[in-house]
Nanobody, 123 residues
Framework: QVQLVESGGGLVQAGGSLRLSCAASGRTASSYRMGWFRQAPGKEREFVAGISRSGSNTYYADSVKGRFTISSDNAKNSLYLQMNSLKPEDSAVYYC????????????????WGQGTQVTVSS
């Protein structure tokens, strides 16, 4: 069992930055591959970024490439998402998630989810 708790969301102006954190607990938390997803009102949950267990491989949605950076600290069982040059269309609830195998991009393949943190970008 893995528990995930996100933090760091908030209200920011367009062009600003936020750093999201996800604290993972559970004996095998470090053995999971991790991802960030987001969901805006009336829209499906979408992939934002993913990272391998070692942290050596990262994956991004086209909409955030060059603006967002995913990273992890296995010693602290933590996952991060640095978000720069934020746009109003980035507004959503952001979730971290963990999985052992399968596509990073498909939310249905993830085993554990956090409760989400709200990010609102004003224009």
């Amino acid at each position: 069992q893995v528990q995930l708790v996100e933090s760091g969301g908030g209200l920011v102006q367009a062009g600003g930055s936020l750093r999201l954190s996800c604290a993972a607990s559970g004996r095998t938390a470090s053995s999971y591959r991790m991802g960030w997803f987001r969901q805006a009102p009336g829209k499906e949950r979408e992939f934002v970024a993913g990272i391998s267990r070692s942290g050596s491989n990262t994956y991004y949605a086209d909409s955030v490439k060059g603006r967002f950076t995913i990273s992890s600290d296995n010693a602290k069982n933590s996952l991060y998402l640095q978000m720069n040059s934020l746009k109003p269309e980035d507004s959503a609830v952001y979730y971290c998630a963990a999985h052992r195998r399968g596509s990073y991009y498909d939310p249905s393949g993830y085993d554990y989810w956090g409760q989400g943190t709200q990010v609102t970008v004003s224009s």
